[in-house]
């Protein structure tokens, strides 16, 4: 971070706090485009940000730290959901933890004291530390259960809230040294950034297998859905996607992405071994050859299986299937996402991927570590932020429309996705879209493609950055070696 100036940190902290506290701080400044570099104790000179204990010592920015925060992390317990500070910032109430009531600044005319405890908040989101907790209670591996998060708890799920701690810490920074305000732009000049990115369940969809079991399907529930069955006969009847084979479908998808100058991310399962047979097609020669000729000069991760993301054989087997066809898998998502932060990233670090992109809530969009920028999670057991870059998911289009998630009609898709699109031009931040290649069926799933190409030429038209993870990772790591 050479090109970004240098910002002084003081920490005087409890030991083993310590890196939890750099962890946090240091994710702040890579998204503040600031280069921080620590100091240790209770005072040092040309300290511009202080965090720790009471002191009398005036910096430009003091951050409050409570007596008792590093033991709570050191005790593994879930914070009192009755003890959530509630503080309404820019027309949306922002919980804060570790933090008493009251004003968020105290204004002198040389520093500011930022009363709630941005980085132990930060921590406890960053590391997803509520799942965690639940986690010792519940060690089936499976999808972390969003009714049980704290973001659904209190119904701020589709804010991040780790974005607005940085907003309030870049404040605080343009007011008492604002020598270090950066703009944080993307792609050198870009605003802010859309993530794309096609889970590939299917190779081809409509087997006839899959086509008689929909046709029937359709006439059995004709009466108790008439509008709907009737929509789908006769929609399969005349649309050429149920008698056209994948490739036409995904060379659509990547011939209209190349045309309005995107790119995106394509994970591809590498388990030969499912229940469902439409989904083993990487055993298939043909499909094989179909994948290469599309895909071959294409960004290609891992769509792993629920067992990649617990079994490091499972996953080392999957990758090894996809670089024997060829490709060089840096990127993961696993199937359903099943993951287990502490568990799932030691393994997907050990494998030497670089990034992951599975950190998000299948019944919900939105923030599941709290924020929508890229960052390096952290490893509870050894103390120290892992070598993974976790790139969040925050909208998937099954969670949009399935009845068991968000059941959104395509305006209220619309216009959420609208708002989410705005709230990352405001932030200036980063909004993930996962659309799986099936979906864009205009007859099994009418405006779910229709409203990914809406919401990317919306983000275009607001000076987005819009590619793929494997870009973003390429742009991240410079901030952050």
Not at 116 to 130: E, M, R
């Amino acid at each position: 971070m050479e090109k970004y100036p240098n910002i002084v940190i003081l920490l005087n902290l409890p030991r083993l706090y310590i890196p939890k506290a750099e962890f946090v701080l240091r994710t702040y400044c890579y998204i503040l485009r600031l280069n921080p570099t620590f100091y240790y104790g209770s005072h040092h000179e040309g300290t511009h940000l202080y965090y720790g204990y009471p002191t009398t010592n005036r910096y430009p920015i003091k951050i409050n730290f409570i007596d008792g925060t590093a033991d709570f992390f050191e005790r593994r317990e879930l914070y009192p959901l009755y003890d959530v500070d509630f503080f309404l910032y820019k027309n949306e109430y922002i919980p804060f933890l570790f933090s008493r009531g009251g004003e968020i600044f105290s204004l002198d005319t040389d520093r500011c004291v930022v009363h709630k405890d941005l980085v132990a908040s930060g921590f406890y989101f960053l590391t997803c530390w509520h799942e965690y907790i639940l986690g010792f209670h519940t060690p089936d591996r499976g999808r972390v259960d969003y009714r049980e998060s704290l973001q659904y708890r209190w119904d701020f799920t589709e804010i991040p809230v780790v974005d607005v701690y940085c907003q309030l810490l870049l404040w605080a920074v343009s007011e008492y040294i604002p020598e270090f305000e950066r703009n944080i732009h993307w792609n050198k000049e870009m605003d802010f950034c859309v993530t794309l990115s096609h889970d590939v369940d299917y190779w081809h969809y409509w087997t006839h297998k899959q086509k008689f079991a929909t046709l029937f399907h359709n006439l059995r529930t004709f009466p108790k859905r008439p509008l709907r069955a009737l929509w789908k006969l006769i929609g399969h009847g005349l649309h050429k996607s149920f008698f056209s084979r994948c490739p036409t479908a995904i060379k659509q998808i990547l011939d209209k992405e190349d045309s309005l100058e995107v790119k995106s991310t394509w994970f591809l399962m590498g388990k030969t071994d499912y229940e469902d047979k439409r989904q083993n097609y990487l055993s298939n020669p043909k499909y094989r050859e179909q994948i290469l000729d599309l895909l071959g000069e294409r960004e290609v991760g891992l769509h792993g299986s629920p067992e990649s993301a617990f079994d490091a054989e499972v996953l080392e087997q999957e990758l090894a299937a996809l670089r024997e066809l060829g490709f060089d898998p840096q990127g993961f998502r696993t199937h359903y996402l099943h993951f287990d932060y502490q568990k799932s990233f030691t393994i997907l670090e050990n494998a030497g991927l670089r990034f992951d992109s599975t950190l998000g809530y299948w019944e919900n969009i939105g923030f599941r570590a709290g924020v929508s920028f890229p960052f390096f999670p952290f490893n509870l057991e050894e103390n120290r932020p892992f070598r993974v870059l976790e790139i969040p998911l925050i909208v998937m289009d099954t969670t949009l429309y399935s009845p068991k998630a968000m059941n959104l009609s395509y305006r209220a898709a619309k216009r959420t996705l609208k708002r989410q699109t705005e709230l990352a031009a405001g932030y200036q931040s980063h909004l993930s879209l996962l659309w799986h290649n099936n979906n864009f069926d205009p007859v099994e799933y009418p405006g779910l493609g229709r409203l990914y190409w809406k919401t990317i030429s919306h983000a275009l038209n607001h000076n987005a950055w819009v590619t793929s993870l494997g870009d973003l990772y390429d742009e991240w790591v410079t901030l952050s070696y």
